[in-house]
């Protein structure tokens, strides 16, 4: 168990809906990072918070957000769901804001399928 | 483009041998590189990390090997046990702690 977790573990909806998948960090780690695994496209970086304010962006579409909130967890949230939006979408927290050495954890992950 | 590519996608070895699982990365500005290991259904879990000031760096039954000459990455796994099969991504770390994740290299541990 890495301490990182997400809910819902498992998610089922129709295209063009929205949808919000929820993180909870390690203890004491400042750092959350959102990340998407499909089967074409791997593990890719979407999107990077450090104690609330956004640090990095990377492959994340207009129609995904991500805010991290005062209590350090962090929400992302997708909308106008389209097929190709179905994938395992994982959580991940660092103490700081992960420079090298600084050890990410990640989540069980949160399965999206859109129908 | 960035990217950290594997060069096999399968791995099938025999329980009790040494396993080695390759990695080559992209960018020589990274400093930091780390190996996941990732079950059926669950999420990416930290086996072992390295800077780029080290060539070498041992964890208990792993070893990982950096060569920043030919910028190739590997994990050595000792005595591999069914319970090593699985899928282990190479992630080269990136500025704003984006890490760039190799395809994927599936271990299968025959008893």
């Known amino acids: 168990d890495s301490g990182v977790t997400q809910t819902p573990k498992h998610l089922i909806t129709a295209t063009g809906q929205r949808v919000t998948l929820r993180c909870s960090p390690r203890s004491g780690d400042l750092s959350v990072y959102w990340y998407q695994q499909s089967l074409d496209q791997g593990l890719q970086f979407l999107i990077h918070?450090?104690?609330?304010?956004?640090?990095a962006k990377g492959n994340i579409l207009e129609r995904f957000s991500a805010q991290q909130f005062p209590d350090l967890h962090s929400e992302l949230n997708l909308s106008s769901l389209e097929l190709g939006d179905s994938a395992l979408y994982f959580c991940?927290?660092?103490?700081?804001?992960?420079?090298?050495?600084?050890?990410?954890?990640f989540g069980e992950g949160s399965w999206l399928t859109v129908v | 483009g960035e990217s950290v590519g594997l060069h096999l996608p399968t791995l099938s070895v025999q329980e009790g041998d040494n396993s080695i699982i390759n990695c080559a990365y992209s960018n020589s500005a990274s400093d930091y590189f780390i190996w996941y290991k990732q079950e059926s259904g669950k999420g990416p879990q930290f086996i072992i990390d390295i800077r780029s000031n080290m060539d070498k760096r041992q964890g208990q039954r792993v070893t990982v090997l950096l060569n920043k000459t030919v910028k190739h990455l590997s994990l050595q796994i000792a005595a591999t046990q069914p319970g090593d099969s699985a899928v282990y991504f190479c992630?080269?770390?990136?500025?704003?702690?984006?890490?760039?994740f190799g395809q994927g290299t599936e271990l299968s541990v025959k008893p």
């Open positions: 918070y450090y104690n609330g304010e956004e640090r």
């Open positions: 992630a080269e770390h990136r500025q704003g702690g984006k890490l760039i």
């Open positions: 991940a927290s660092s103490v700081a804001t992960g420079t090298g050495g600084n050890t990410i954890y």
